[in-house]
């Protein structure tokens, strides 16, 4: 009889190597047979890693997945995991994690961040002695608080007494090659810490990593518009368009809340400006851009952001002219000063202002910022619109120092696309924003302006498969006349009752103005019975000003009307954004 029930009896080990190879598997048996004990196992793996992002737009996610498929190739399992899904205990429990994080507004955490980071920041927060970690950071050097959440993470993991394992990395919006290099020196250090695989283990976790999208940043799809709307009335002092493109061909397949990101290029007009105004030749083909050589015509049209000036090419005119007050405002206690002073100031005023500062082309392009895409939320439901994708577009024009302005990719799809003129896109998914998997539950979407555009995906998908969840949309815009954004669509839902409320915030049809905030302090007790009957609760839009005042009417709802206290109503906003049934998506 054979005393190792593990093994066959013509299995090719002696007897030292079945007693050892049975004693370890009873041993990792009776441990499987407890969840809890597995989980500890899980972490607590030499040949596992904490994978952990923050992000706000998927970029973080994205590069933490791309980071776990490349350990895989040095055989270290990775488990990848949004903050929004690991406990501090777990976090304690991880003796290797790195954390990829942006940052969100004024050097705030990213959403999905929040919730874990308010519970490591206090002092009673659970050591982390026996962990080893490195953070990598991405932002936008045009913030003054530059990747101010990894450098808030970075810092408090070594005060909870984790071990860095390399100095942060800080990346600007061209973050590939610096993520590049992070990783490639990261990853080495893990393996001498231990976290190293076999090859059998490797390819059996290769199913589990993501797909990676055909389509990205990098090799855009070049889709076709056919549909440019424009939804505001004549007398509106905005305009707002709706656009459908075609996806045939792509292989995109969208889900509502996702998000589609749109290369633009430039302005010709103000292309030639710039090159005019700096004495640059407009046959000049030394510039080296993206690897090639080409003509700066068209490394400005396509390539380089040219509406803003970077802080590089602010510090380097200031360097050159000498000029005083420049140079004061460039201090880092007048950073109000210097924000007035470029208020409304784009490139071409800035080096107008200062043309006796001479650069060369290179020199010049050297200061400037890769141009970067647009996400923008999509506003249809792929199950209602094979084949296409719908945005709603605020087309960005105003005045400023006595001259016309017009935004980058608003007036881009505006203006400047024709049958022969693609739009170069990818798929950005937001896995946490969309209609609850339990299509019974209500949801309450607050979405003034622009906002509105997931709302009309969530709406047309419940509509598709006839979900039985009741649904309420806060709407808000300046005139009912003329900026009610899809008031047909919105007016037929609700007499159909797939919209069983929509509240209105015309804010200048009358003397005092009212806003969606307003409405909902309004039906505050209406609004908390949704909320205690599972309701989910969508934001989109205006990160600064409306999604703090939501943020702010929704804690003043709770308390009122759940007869809460200042911290309960804390905890219950807590506990809806731990479960994502509180989900913004700001801008």
């Not at 506003?379 to 087309?395: D, F, I, N, R």
């Not at 804690?555 to 994502?580: N, P, Q, R």
Request: hydrophobic share 35%; aromatic share 10%; proline share 4%.
């Amino acid at each position: 009889m054979n005393n190792y029930p593990y093994f066959p009896e013509d299995a090719p080990f002696n007897e030292e190597q079945r007693s050892w190879l049975g004693g370890f598997l009873s041993g990792l048996n009776s441990r499987l047979l407890d969840s809890n004990d597995v989980t500890e196992e899980k972490n607590s793996s030499n040949n596992e890693i904490l994978l952990l992002y923050g992000t706000q737009t998927g970029n973080a996610e994205s590069l933490a997945e791309e980071a776990a498929e490349k350990a895989l190739e040095l055989g270290i399992h990775s488990n990848v995991m949004g903050m929004d899904e690991v406990t501090p205990e777990s976090l304690q429990n991880s003796e290797r994690t790195l954390l990829i994080t942006s940052t969100y507004g004024e050097g705030e955490m990213p959403d999905n961040a929040q919730v874990l980071w308010d519970a490591m920041k206090v002092e009673s927060a659970p050591r982390l002695d026996n962990t080893h970690f490195a953070v990598l950071g991405i932002g936008d050097t045009s913030y003054d608080l530059f990747c101010q959440a990894a450098v808030d993470w970075d810092n408090r993991l070594e005060a909870l007494g984790g071990q860095r394992i390399l100095d942060r990395v800080d990346c600007d919006l061209d973050y590939e090659v610096p993520f590049s290099e992070w990783l490639s020196a990261v990853l080495p250090a893990l393996v001498g810490l231990g976290a190293g695989g076999n090859e059998v283990e490797k390819e059996s976790e290769v199913g589990k990593l993501k797909t990676k999208a055909k389509w990205s940043k990098k090799l855009p799809f070049p889709a076709k518009l056919v549909t440019n709307r424009v939804l505001t009335k004549n007398a509106s002092t905005k305009e707002t368009r709706h656009y459908e493109i075609s996806l045939k061909d792509s292989e995109i397949d969208y889900k509502v809340g996702d998000a589609l990101g749109v290369i633009p290029t430039n302005c010709p007009e103000l292309v030639t400006s710039i090159i005019e105004t700096l004495a640059f030749s407009t046959d000049d083909s030394s510039i080296i851009s993206k690897g090639e050589s080409k003509p700066l015509f068209e490394a400005l049209l396509n390539d380089f952001e040219i509406k803003l000036p970077s802080k590089e090419l602010v510090a380097a005119v200031a360097e050159r002219s000498g000029d005083k007050n420049l140079n004061e405002l460039l201090l880092p206690d007048n950073k109000k000063e210097m924000s007035n002073f470029m208020w409304g100031r784009d490139l071409i005023d800035f080096i107008s202002d200062f043309k006796s500062v001479k650069f060369t082309a290179e020199e010049f392009v050297a200061l400037l910022k890769p141009i970067q895409p647009r996400l923008y939320s999509i506003s249809s439901s792929l199950a209602k619109h094979p084949g296409e994708v719908h945005l709603t577009v605020a087309s960005v024009r105003y005045e400023s120092l006595g001259k016309q302005r017009k935004g980058v990719c608003s007036t881009f799809l505006a203006d400047r696309i024709s049958e022969e003129t693609p739009v170069q896109c990818y798929l950005a998914p937001n896995k946490n924003f969309g209609v609850p998997s339990d299509d019974s539950l209500p949801m309450i979407m607050v979405g003034p302006g622009t906002g509105i555009a997931p709302f009309r995906a969530f709406l047309e998908e419940r509509e598709v498969t006839n979900s039985t969840g009741k649904n309420w949309l806060f709407f808000g815009e300046r005139n009912r006349g003329s900026d009610f954004l899809y008031e047909e669509e919105l007016l037929q839902w609700q007499e159909t009752g797939l919209l069983n409320r929509l509240d209105l915030a015309f804010s200048r049809d009358q003397e005092e103005k009212i806003y969606v905030q307003d409405l909902m302090r309004e039906q505050g007790a209406e609004l908390f019975t949704w909320l205690e009957q599972g309701g989910y609760f969508f934001v989109c839009g205006d990160a600064q000003r409306m999604a703090k005042d939501v943020d702010k009417a929704l804690f003043d709802v709770i308390k009122e009307h759940g007869k809460l206290s200042d911290d309960e109503a804390s905890t219950y906003v807590s506990e809806m954004k731990k479960t994502k049934r509180y989900v913004r998506d700001v801008y």
